[in-house]
């Protein structure tokens, strides 16, 4: 199986190879100007955290709406990336009222695909200054913190995925299984 990640700039974007790579999974960075032909080779894509803000730099993310609205393959959205597919989907993203750094719970009430077999709340890594507020039509809610309404969302249909937080980074409690249960839904 192979994993696109496109990278932005993040500063956890390594963990990220890290965790695909150590559940078995063949994973390769893409800058986001590559042709969106060049991504349909993969299985499923990750998009992943950095330090813009979709609603003021979308053209830093060059052609990323395009993978967004092109590629029919699973998606996964990390900090950025989870902001960046509500916003091209027609979600509301904006400056957080209370950015989240550091340690957050999260109270997760559907566990869908992604959150399969957690418990009602979770720990997790955040860092963001901007946050979804509304998912795109389609999407499910599938987890908030005190702070973030959207901290997770899923359109399982379509099999795209966001989360808020940063599940590659180990104080994200079962982080690993986020990427887990993702892989299984790009291996079917």
């Known amino acids: 199986m192979k994993v696109g990640l496109v990278y932005y700039g993040g500063q956890y974007n ?29 299985d499923c894509v990750i998009f992943s955290g950095g330090p813009y ?27 950025l990336g989870h902001q960046l597919i509500a916003y091209v989907l027609g979600g509301v993203v904006r ?18 695909t992604i959150l399969k077999g957690f418990s009602q709340q979770l720990n997790v890594w955040e860092s963001h200054n901007d946050e979804v507020v509304e998912p795109p039509s389609g999407f499910r809610v ?29 104080h ?3 982080g690993i299984e986020i990427f887990k249960n993702f892989l299984g839904v790009c291996r079917k």
Request: charged content about 25%; aromatic content about 6%.
């Open 14 to 42: 390594h963990l990220i190879l890290k965790n695909v790579k150590y559940l078995g999974a063949d994973i390769e960075v893409i800058p986001p100007h590559k042709p969106v032909e060049e991504l349909k080779k993969f």
């Open 53 to 79: 803000s979709v609603s003021e730099e979308i053209q830093k993310m060059g052609n990323s709406p395009l993978y967004i609205k092109e590629l029919k393959v699973p998606m996964l959205g990390i900090c």
């Open 95 to 112: 400056r957080a009222l209370n950015p989240e750094y550091g340690l957050t719970r999260i109270n997760i009430f559907d566990e869908d």
């Open 142 to 170: 599938l987890a908030s913190s005190a702070n973030a309404r959207v901290q997770a969302m899923a359109n399982s249909s379509n099999s795209i995925f966001g989360v808020q937080f940063h599940p590659e980074v180990k």
């Open 172 to 174: 994200t409690e079962r």
